[in-house]
């Protein structure tokens, strides 16, 4: 193990000690917090949730794992930030949660606003290749550009995946300082999983003033997004492609969508700054996705991470 080797989380406040993380990196790792925390230390654990929690089966063992992390953290104080409004109504009934979708921790900052006029492609698609991104539906979109990755465990769905979009650019990876410049390339970004969860590239298409063509879904990915500024397709190509078109040729402004997607975004995290700041009795500083699975400086690890044991 090294000296370098972390747990996924991030402290926000050390004294009282505030903890934040996605609800799986903590829960399924609950025995190497345990190693790494003293016990009956007394701390808030913020749990951003990652997938959809609408679904009975997810919202089971969100609960199960809960318990077990109650019980090996007694004095300690759990918190669920859910992304959608059913969420909360799940969660309630088991563990403290907030309203606080993971995309309005997006700092506004890192993200320019698209220039109105044409666009270098009429769709951008953000997202991992994999199979619940449902790449398949924007077979039909001429002019589209693809960002993301894949995994080795899946390259054999990336190759076959790639292949029916030769007439689209893909870019495996684009650092995230610059992801707000291929956006504002985009007519549209596309969003076209069945379930996820807040799916932060829908954040930072309406920060960048981008409208969004998107499908029925669970997960929260709608709650922020401005209604003038999102369209819904059916599941199928010819949907996706109709609806692209239609920002291609009525375009929207975009200051209108980024104030838009503000003026939803802030109060949720105004009600979590507000709470942190309660518990911590001063000013706390809430970074760009509360600096969860983000790529860290070591100084940044070595001051708000907590280390392997």
Known sequence: MSFFDYLPCYILNHSPKIIAAFEMDFLRNLPAFQKAIPQGEKFTMLLQLGWSAELPEVASELKNRLAEAKNAFPEARFIILANAPREVEIIKDFCEVYLASHNAFLDPGRYPVAKIGKRKFDALYIARITPFKRHELAVKIKNLHLIGSYSEKEKEYF??????????????????????????????????????????????????????????????????????????????????????????????????????????????????????????GKKVYLPHKLNIRCRLLPHTKFLHGIRRK
């Not at 870019?171 to 970004?189: D, L, N, Y």
């Not at 010819?238 to 104030?259: H, K, T």
């Open 159 to 280: 190759t076959e995946t790639i292949a029916k979009f030769p007439h689209a650019v893909w870019s495996q990876k684009v650092p995230s300082f610059f992801i707000g410049r291929k956006i504002c390339e985009a007519a549209c970004g596309l969003a076209l999983s069945a379930v996820e969860g807040a799916m932060f590239s829908c954040g930072e298409y309406s920060l960048c003033g981008v409208p969004v063509v998107n499908t029925k879904n669970l997960g929260g990915r709608d709650t922020l997004l401005p209604d003038f500024a999102v369209r819904y397709a059916d599941d199928t190509p010819e949907s996706a492609a109709e609806n692209v078109e239609y920002y291609v040729n009525n375009p929207v402004d975009p200051q209108e969508i980024r104030n838009g997607f503000l003026k939803l975004a802030l109060p949720q995290k105004e009600s979590v700054q507000d709470l942190v700041d309660s518990i911590a």
